[in-house]
């Protein structure tokens, strides 16, 4: 695959993407420019805050509250998991667990784990176990078979 990029100073700035067929990366790549800039509101402290998704380290749910975590806040959000992923659809977010989605963009190391789980290891050093039932899906994901 050929890249052009080109900086420009002044005028419109614009992405052109000539393909043949659509191929799961080109579907990636425009999920990825189509999602850029997907925010999320939720409370902090005493106020609502937003935060962009690309922000987002993972989402879990405790005692049906849903929490986003990033680098520096955990926002409670009104939404299920099931709901965040189909609103977003954004596939750098992948479902680990049943209490729990990661941001796979995020994640900086892997390590396999005895009884086929994988322990994930976050920008912010936290490790999230991928459970059994959801790492054959998550190895699919990382060779792009999604």
Known sequence: MKIDIERISEGEESIR???????????????????????????????????????????????DKVFACTADKTLKIDASLTAFL??????????????MVINVGRVVSLKSL???????????????????RYAVEFRRLLKGER
Not at 29 to 56: A, F, H, Q
Not at 87 to 99: G, I, L, V, W, Y
Request: charged content about 30%; some cysteine.
């Open 17 to 63: 993407i000539r393909y043949k067929d659509r191929t799961p990366a080109i579907t990636r790549i425009l999920e990825i420019l189509e999602n850029d800039g997907t925010k999320l509101w939720g409370k902090w402290e005493d106020e609502t805050v937003c935060v962009s998704c690309g922000d987002i380290l993972y989402l879990e749910s405790v005692d």
């Open 114 to 132: 005895s009884s086929n789980r994988i322990d994930a290891t976050l920008e912010n050093g936290e490790h999230i176990i991928i459970s059994r």
């Open 86 to 99: 189909l609103e977003t659809a954004d596939e750098s977010f992948f479902r680990c667990s049943k209490s």
